[in-house]
């Protein structure tokens, strides 16, 4: 097993092999000590690092696997663990397990990444908000409804989206998360939250 | 400042995310712009919305349970590692060492449970540990649970009769996610667990002491209930029968 959460993130594939694997404890995780401060520290955080695993992949099934591997990786590297706060860092760990599942869709021939290019993230935000207008009311909607419009944003948006105003980290933090800059995290959530918008107030009439 | 500008920084205020000199920058043109002012307003309303809603997805009860159980066991806590929690939870212990756990569990091996329920009371004894959901309406602690156990634990407010009520939390005891229902009894801290066992047969309560703690257990309609308490067993007796009362009144969980 390789020692570097991040790089091991990067080319597994983990949804077969998190299943298959009965996720073997080595020698120096076989301390019961260690596995119940892993335990207090990790498992209370365990439906924050579900939900972020669902709107990122969008699957049910494919965010089981990923959170159980998230949480594999996790006590593996749990003595090196000196911060952040556990939530950010299992949020990273997740982040590039999720990361490793997008390159395995890229590769099978059935799925592909739905993810923007650097090229429409530059896009100016004054195209979709004026198309929109402001003094519109949104009107209620109940939170299935809500989780679908947030479903429906294109990443690197929906993540940033998600980690602001669903697990309500900072800007600092989600920035450490996704490996971006501060101002980068800053006009992400805004196109997020212009997009969103729109997709809120485009279902204004009762359609379906 | 541009409207460009102030499209993304409004974002930054409403989070909260401005310095002062940089919040009074944003506001300043906010003010004189009507555009950013409904821009504001708009993404304010949706902000308000969105908090309204709860957004998070829990994790299934089969996950939990499956990363449980990957991790390496917190094997039955032997007489040391127990005095050791004692003496660490002391403090806390002194003022608020009684646990009542009811527990649903299939079956299994009764005396390493028990040893387990004690581990778990003491556990919940450190700070931060004792509650998940903190309220003092049963109302709000019964739907806490919903998707998080494969039962729904029954949640009872004694107050009335001397135990209150004071919210949930989940535990983890044989290796499975348990609901704990957390009372208070004067200064004395009080847990419930539950979980789900397949018999259905009522079995009357019994009362044993591991390391000095009394543990009251009976079963119930398909529940295991176990009670862990430093109070004295007329105490502890005196709960588990309110309890069965006020269930057998309600009717139902």
């Known amino acids: 097993m390789p020692g570097r959460w991040i790089e091991a993130g990067r080319a597994r594939e983990f949804s077969t092999e998190a299943k298959q694997r009965a996720m073997p404890v080595n020698a120096a995780n076989d301390d019961p000590e260690r596995a119940r401060r892993f335990r207090d520290a990790a498992l209370p955080h365990l439906d924050d690092v579900y939900s972020l695993a669902r709107y990122l992949l969008r699957d049910a099934n494919d965010a089981e696997d990923a959170v159980q591997e998230c949480y594999l990786r996790a006590l593996k590297h749990f003595d090196g663990y000196r911060g952040p706060a556990m939530k950010p860092w299992l949020f990273a760990i997740l982040r590039n397990v999720c990361h490793a599942e997008f390159a395995r869709r890229a590769s099978s021939p059935t799925a592909a990444i739905e993810d923007v290019t650097e090229d429409s993230e530059q896009t100016p935000l004054w195209r979709e908000t004026q198309e929109t207008p402001e003094a519109q009311l949104l009107r209620r909607r109940d939170a299935t409804t809500i989780r679908r419009f947030v479903i429906g944003l294109d990443e690197p948006f929906r993540e940033t989206f998600v980690l602001r105003e669903i697990h309500n980290l900072s800007y600092r933090e989600i920035a450490d998360i996704v490996e971006a800059p501060v101002g980068t995290v800053m006009s992400r959530l805004a196109r997020a939250r212009a997009l969103l918008r729109a997709a809120w107030l485009a279902e204004e009439e009762p359609s379906k | ?253």
């Not at chain 2, 739907?143 to 001397?162: H, M, R």
Request: charged share 25%.
């Open chain 2, 1 to 253: 400042m541009t409207c460009d500008e102030a499209e993304i920084l409004l974002h930054a205020l409403i989070d909260g995310e401005l310095d002062a000199g940089h919040a009074r920058e944003v506001e300043d043109h906010i003010a004189g712009c009507p555009r950013c002012t409904a821009q504001l307003a708009a993404y304010r309303e949706m902000s308000k919305a969105i908090a309204g809603a709860d957004l998070r997805y829990a994790a299934p009860p089969q996950l939990r349970r499956r990363i449980e159980a990957s991790l390496p066991q917190t094997r039955t806590p032997n007489r040391r590692s127990v005095l050791k929690g004692f003496a660490m939870g002391s403090a806390v212990s002194a003022i608020a060492a009684t646990g009542l756990f009811a527990i649903l569990l299939h079956d299994g091996d009764d005396q390493r449970i028990m040893s387990e329920v004690v581990s778990a009371h003491l556990r919940s004894l450190q700070a931060g540990h004792l509650t998940d959901v903190v309220s003092t309406d049963q109302h709000t602690v019964k739907p806490w649970f919903n998707g998080k156990l494969d039962v729904s634990p029954p949640v009872i407010d004694l107050t009335a009769q001397g135990f209150a009520l004071i919210g949930g939390r989940l535990d983890y005891v044989d290796a499975r996610a348990i609901g704990a229902i957390v009372y208070r009894r004067r200064a004395h801290v009080i847990n419930l667990f539950v979980a789900q066992t397949p018999g259905t047969e009522r079995h009357a309560a019994k009362t044993e002491t591991i390391q000095g703690f009394n543990i009251r257990r009976w079963s119930d309609r398909g529940l295991n209930y176990w009670a862990v308490s430093d109070l004295a067993a007329d105490e502890l007796a005196e709960f588990g029968e309110k309890f069965e009362a006020a269930m057998k009144g309600s009717g139902a969980g």
